[in-house]
């Protein structure tokens, strides 16, 4: 059974940084592509990064091109997810995902960017 378990949000000044972590288990996480996806108060899912199982092809949604940066760690069975500059539009719950739209997907860490 795939279990996704993100953590590191929290609260965050505009212009400051995170870095969250997504564990995966159940399957094998080297066979897979990854997704980030975000949700916005009151917004629908926003798929915002994905990365190849090897890691060398990498795409972002152009909200967050040049701010955030998508990682993994296959022997870990961990994803991440650096994001720096984060403005208040960044407010959101994140979730890693096993595709683009997010339906398979962890139960999320909340990131609030205010000041």
């Known amino acids: 059974q795939v279990h996704l378990v993100e953590s590191g949000g929290g609260l965050v000044q505009p212009g400051g940084s995170l870095r969250l972590s997504c564990v995966a288990s159940g399957f094998t996480l080297s066979g897979y592509s990854m997704h980030w996806v975000r949700q916005a108060p009151g917004k629908g899912l926003e798929w915002i990064s994905v990365?190849?199982?090897?890691?060398?092809?990498?795409a972002y949604a152009d909200s967050v091109k040049g701010r955030f940066t998508m990682s993994r760690d296959n022997a870990k069975n961990t994803l991440y997810l650096e994001m720096n500059s984060l403005n208040t539009d960044d407010t959101a719950i994140y979730y890693c995902s096993q595709d683009r739209k997010g339906a398979i997907r962890g139960q999320g860490t909340q990131v609030t960017v205010s000041s």
């Open positions: 990365i190849s199982p090897d890691s060398r092809s990498k």
